[in-house]
């Protein structure tokens, strides 16, 4: 079902794009307020996810991450409710649009997920090898289960990733020398196939990041991809850009992993996020 864009909506939206600046949103609005103003076959290229976004699974991940979140887990018996995501203790709320971002407790810019890892370990006493923190990908893993609580409270936030400190700064500028460093047997970059509005790859028309509308879309992870039926994170969809690369996989939580979602979340800056997504 198509919703009637009521054009009185669409100028109150105009009106107060200052408050919604604020407000968590959801990701189906989101998603449908950059559709009316842009054309874009990246952003309507799946009617079929569009109209599925409300039932989205990836919703149940996040109402399970927030139980997580708030339950006394670990060998320390403690809630994740102390743990500084970047805007104080236990602030949930917008923290995911600001983030990577540099830590002062441990000197490093930090993706949403080693600052998880680092909580887990740190105040509830998880082990890195125990299956609460190592075991990160698809739905039933805790890891994706609170990523997607935590993201799903940024959405309709615009990203806004610091990059005051000089380090934030840093690993932004080498975020931008991987994305457009050629290599590998096929000599591919991330901007081979990013950097044009409307390429296609069989079905798939690819996000320009030059274009912040289309990328904003692109960086939404947490997602749920309907082709893996699970919840998926970033850092899977950089190792699943590098496989096809047929380069080297990336680290999660590596400098260089945290580097490029530094700069994929600079190209974004300004325009809000739909968290959770829902990808081909
Ligand atoms: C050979 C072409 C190619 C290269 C090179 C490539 N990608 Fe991709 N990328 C794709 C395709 C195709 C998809 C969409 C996959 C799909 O629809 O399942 C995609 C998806 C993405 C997405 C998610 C888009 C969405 O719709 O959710 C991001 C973000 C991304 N790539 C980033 C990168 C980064 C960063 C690199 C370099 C490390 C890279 N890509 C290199 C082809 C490429």
């Keep these: 079902m198509v919703k009637p864009i009521a054009s009185a909506a669409a100028f109150a939206a105009v009106l107060s794009t200052a408050a919604l600046a604020s407000e968590v949103r959801a990701p189906e609005d989101v998603l449908q307020e950059l559709i009316d103003n842009h054309e874009s076959a990246y952003l309507t290229q799946s009617?079929?996810?569009?109209?599925m976004m409300p039932d989205n699974a990836a919703l149940w991940t996040a109402d399970e991450g927030k139980e997580l979140f708030l339950e006394k887990r670990g060998p320390n018996n403690v809630s994740l409710e102390t743990c500084d995501l970047g805007k104080g203790p236990g602030v949930v709320d917008g923290a995911y649009v600001e983030l990577p971002r540099f830590f002062e407790d441990t000197g490093r810019v930090?993706?949403?997920?080693?600052?998880?890892?680092?909580?887990?370990?740190?105040?509830?006493?998880?082990?890195?090898?125990?299956?609460?923190?190592?075991?990160?990908?698809?739905?039933?893993?805790?890891?994706?289960?609170?990523?997607?609580?935590?993201?799903?409270?940024?959405?309709?936030?615009?990203?806004?990733?610091?990059?005051?400190?000089?380090?934030?700064?840093?690993?932004?500028?080498?975020?931008?020398?991987l994305f457009y460093r050629r290599?590998?047997?096929?000599?591919?970059?991330?901007?081979?196939?990013?950097t044009n509005t409307g390429n296609r790859i069989r079905a798939s028309v690819l996000p320009n990041i030059n274009?912040?509308?289309?990328?904003?879309?692109?960086?939404?992870?947490?997602?749920?991809?309907?082709?893996?039926?699970?919840?998926?994170?970033?850092?899977?969809?950089?190792?699943?850009?590098?496989?096809?690369?047929?380069?080297?996989?990336?680290?999660?939580?590596?400098?260089?992993?945290?580097?490029?979602?530094?700069?994929?979340?600079?190209?974004?800056?300004?325009?809000?996020?739909?968290?959770?997504?829902?990808?081909?």
């Design 211 to 280: 274009a912040p509308h289309e990328w904003t879309k692109a960086i939404s992870w947490p997602a749920y991809r309907v082709g893996h039926q699970q919840v998926r994170s970033s850092n899977h969809r950089v190792r699943g850009c590098y496989w096809q690369m047929r380069q080297p996989q990336s680290i999660p939580g590596s400098d260089a992993a945290i580097a490029l979602m530094s700069y994929w979340t600079d190209a974004a800056r300004g325009q809000p996020a739909i968290l959770p997504d829902m990808k081909r």
């Design 183 to 194: 290599a590998g047997t096929s000599d591919f970059s991330c901007a081979t196939c990013h």
């Design 47 to 51: 009617e079929q996810n569009i109209m």
């Design 110 to 177: 930090m993706d949403l997920e080693s600052r998880l890892i680092y909580c887990m370990t740190t105040i509830q006493g998880f082990a890195p090898d125990d299956p609460a923190v190592k075991s990160r990908h698809g739905t039933d893993s805790d890891m994706m289960k609170l990523q997607t609580y935590i993201a799903s409270r940024s959405s309709g936030l615009p990203w806004n990733p610091p990059l005051d400190h000089p380090l934030e700064q840093a690993m932004r500028d080498a975020g931008e020398a």
